[in-house]
């Protein structure tokens, strides 16, 4: 095997410096060595290059645009076995315009989405105000959270409903959440306060259990004080 000189630089101002060409059959077309050990190679399968060191190596599978991690000595797939960044060297930042799979490559193992930010919510009777009201969306789920107060409409006989969900609710699921309040009248006989989420909407309402154990709406009359406060945590599912 011929040597390249390492005091030889290849220059050019137009085209390939350098062309390497194995024949025949697959495998390695560059060893790269250290003190006469091999440390990694270059190689051909097929139509694709493969690079890396041992068992830990990248094939480029041109045809269908995919990055396969390989072995190093012959390109073969290397399944289960490849790590990207560990606890002391970290990648920053990955973007990808399509899924990430998880545990599986079927439609259920795919994470579509994921977003934080803010929701604005309003009341259907007179206004109220919304602090911390965040959000975290995770594929199919929705978190929200953050605390009403301050609602000026305390006498309408018209049930509580709060719109502004930062995402239509599923079509077909229905969701509860859990509040913590004061300042909220009730009859003696009624249990506990619980937001719901029904289909196909971006609002919700409050319902407790009333004494002939139906379920009964929380309304605007109930809020007790001018310092009626609810704090929220829903979560809920989109299509």
């Not at 077309?29 to 250290?34: A, G, P, S, T, W």
Request: aromatic share 10%; glycine share 8%; proline share 2%.
């Amino acid at each position: 095997m011929s040597e390249l000189r390492t005091d030889k630089i290849l220059n050019t101002a137009s085209g390939t410096s350098v062309k390497v060409d194995r024949t025949s059959s697959d495998g390695s077309v560059i060893d790269i060595q250290k003190d006469g050990t091999t440390v990694g190679s270059i190689g051909a399968k097929a139509d694709d290059m493969y690079l890396g060191t041992n068992t830990c190596g990248f094939r480029f599978l041109d045809a269908s645009n995919i990055v396969r991690p390989a072995t190093a000595s012959d390109g073969a797939a290397n399944d289960n076995a490849i790590s990207l960044g560990d606890a002391t060297s970290r990648f920053k930042d990955l973007t990808l315009s399509g899924n990430i799979y998880l545990g599986g490559t079927g439609s259920a193992n795919a994470l579509d989405d994921y977003e934080t930010g803010t929701w604005t919510p309003t009341v259907n009777e007179g206004t109220v105000s919304g602090t911390n009201t965040k959000y975290t969306k995770v594929g199919r789920k929705v978190f929200i959270q953050g605390y009403l107060d301050t609602f000026s409409d305390r006498t309408s006989a018209n049930a509580i409903v709060v719109s502004g969900l930062p995402f239509t609710s599923s079509s077909t699921q229905t969701s509860t959440g859990s509040i913590m309040y004061r300042y909220i009248d009730q009859p003696t006989s009624y249990y506990q306060i619980s937001p719901f989420v029904s289909t196909n909407v971006s609002s919700f309402v409050f319902y407790t259990m009333g004494d002939n154990q139906n379920w009964v709406q929380v309304s605007h009359d109930e809020l007790a004080s001018a310092n009626s406060r609810i704090y929220i945590s829903i979560t809920y599912t989109v299509d």
